[in-house]
C-alpha cells in the first residue's frame, strides 16, 4: 500500500477533502468592533480556499469569552449572519471551513466583560504579570492581565450551553463543522492546566476533573451538530499564556483517549518541540498518535519537507501552516509545483482592519519559473522564526 503524501484525499468527517495542506486557525482582528466578520474576512478564507481544510481564526462563543478588539464572534444573530458571506465564498470555491470556538477565559479584561466584571477562570489565578507575547502586540488594553474570578458550577453549566448554541450557529451560517480551542492558554486549557485551575469541586484535582470541562463541552457539542462536525485542538506542552501542567503526560493522554472514542472529525496538535514548550524530552504528536485513533493534524513550524515526511511516516494524517499560509494564499499550488514561497510580514499580522497584509499576498505566477527548492525559501524551516506570531495567537 502507498503512503500517503501532502496531495493525498481524504475523508474529514463526512467531508472529502482533496488534499493535507490545511490551514491553521490564525487570528488576524478584521472583524468589526462588535466582533461582526466583514466582507475583507470572506475574500481573505476564499483565497484560501486551496487547502485541505481551511480552521477559522478564534471565533468568541459566549458574552464572557471576548479578549481582544476586531475579533470575530457567534453568539448572536447578527454575529451569525455575518459569517454567512465567508462560508459561501469557501464553498463556491471548492473548500472546506470549520470555524474554531475560543473563549479566552481569564485573558481578558473587564471591559471586555459583561456589566464589567471580571474575567472568568476555572480558578481565581492571575496570569503572570510579566508575561509578554502576541497579547502585547494585539489589539487590546495595554496592561496585564488581571486576576480573574472563578467560575461557578452554574457558570460552567451556561458556558458549556454557550459553545453549543455556537456551533448549532456555526453550522445555520453554513461552517462545516467546528474546531474547540483547547489549546494555547485559553478557557478550556486553563481547566486542563494544573498551574491554572485549582478547583476542589468535580472540575479541578484528579487529571478526570480537569479534563471534565473539556469532554463536556465537546459532548455538548457532539449532541448538537454530530461528531464528524467536531474537532478539538489541543497543545499539550505549550507555556504560552502562562499555562503548565505538573504531568502533562497523564493529562494529556487521558484527554486523547477520551477523545477518540468519541469519533470525532479530527484532533489538530500544537507541538513545537523545544520552542515555546515547558519540556521537549516527549513530543507532543508523537503522545497524541498513540493514544489517539482518529484522523490527527500536527502544527508547528513544518516545511513542506517536513510536513510530507510526517504524513508519509504516518506521524500525522494533516499538516496545518500557519505564517506560509497567510504569506501564500495558494500554498497547496506552490508546494505541489516547487514554488518560491512569499516571506510573511509580522507587522502585520493582527491589524488594523485593512487588507494590507490580509488579502494582498500575491498567488504564484506559473509563468514565473519553476523548479525552485521550496523548502530553501521556506520561512519557517526554522520554527523560532514565525511561531510567535504563526501560531501563538488566539488559535
Not at 500500500?1 to 474529514?12: G, K
Not at 474547540?180 to 492546566?193: E, K, P, T
Request: charged share 20%; glycine share 8%.
Amino acid at each position: 500500500m502507498t503512503a500517503p503524501d501532502l496531495f493525498s484525499p481524504a475523508t474529514v468527517g463526512n467531508r472529502a477533502i482533496e488534499n493535507r495542506i490545511w490551514f491553521a486557525p490564525c487570528t488576524r482582528h478584521r472583524a468589526t468592533i462588535d466582533e461582526i466578520p466583514t466582507p475583507l474576512m470572506a475574500q481573505y478564507y476564499a483565497q484560501r480556499a486551496g487547502a485541505g481544510v481551511i480552521v477559522t481564526e478564534g471565533v468568541n462563543p459566549s458574552p464572557r469569552g471576548r479578549g481582544y478588539d476586531f475579533v470575530p464572534a457567534i453568539y448572536t444573530d447578527e454575529h451569525e449572519a455575518g459569517w454567512r458571506p465567508v462560508t459561501d465564498a469557501v464553498h463556491q470555491r471548492g473548500g472546506t471551513i470549520f470555524m474554531q470556538l475560543m473563549h479566552v477565559g481569564r485573558l481578558s479584561f473587564e471591559e471586555y466583560q459583561p456589566a464589567g466584571a471580571k474575567p472568568v477562570a476555572p480558578s481565581a489565578i492571575q496570569p503572570d504579570p510579566d508575561f509578554r507575547g502576541y497579547t502585547w502586540t494585539c489589539p487590546r488594553p495595554k496592561r496585564a492581565f488581571g486576576q480573574p474570578r472563578a467560575l461557578t458550577t452554574a457558570e460552567i453549566h451556561e458556558e458549556i450551553e454557550w459553545h453549543a448554541q455556537a456551533a448549532v450557529r456555526a453550522v445555520r451560517a453554513g461552517m462545516d463543522g467546528i474546531e474547540l480551542h483547547a489549546a494555547s492558554g485559553y478557557l478550556v486549557n486553563q481547566f486542563l492546566a494544573s498551574s491554572v485551575n485549582h478547583r476542589t469541586d468535580s472540575y479541578g484535582g484528579s487529571v478526570a476533573n480537569r479534563v471534565r470541562f473539556l469532554l463536556e463541552v465537546v459532548d455538548a457539542i457532539v449532541a448538537a451538530i454530530g461528531a464528524h462536525r467536531t474537532a478539538v485542538k489541543l497543545s499539550p506542552t505549550f507555556y504560552f499564556n502562562d499555562v503548565r501542567d505538573d504531568d502533562w503526560v497523564a493529562t494529556f493522554s487521558h484527554a486523547a483517549r477520551e477523545l477518540s472514542s468519541r469519533g470525532l472529525a479530527f484532533l489538530e496538535v500544537s507541538d513545537y518541540g523545544e520552542y515555546y514548550s515547558y519540556q521537549s524530552e516527549t513530543r507532543a504528536v508523537g503522545l497524541m498518535r498513540e493514544h489517539y485513533d482518529g484522523f490527527l493534524v500536527a502544527n508547528g513550524g513544518y516545511s513542506r519537507g517536513t510536513g510530507a515526511d510526517a504524513v508519509a511516516a504516518g506521524h500525522a494524517d494533516a499538516i496545518s501552516y500557519g505564517a506560509l499560509f497567510i504569506a501564500n494564499p495558494d500554498l497547496p499550488e506552490r508546494f505541489r509545483h516547487g514554488a518560491p514561497l512569499t516571506a510573511p510580514d509580522p507587522t502585520t499580522f493582527y491589524g488594523p482592519p485593512t487588507a494590507q497584509g490580509y488579502t494582498d499576498y500575491p498567488t504564484w505566477d506559473p509563468r514565473a519559473a519553476v523548479g525552485a527548492d521550496a523548502d530553501s525559501a521556506n520561512l519557517a524551516a526554522d520554527p523560532s522564526t514565525f511561531i510567535p506570531q504563526a501560531d501563538q495567537r488566539g488559535s
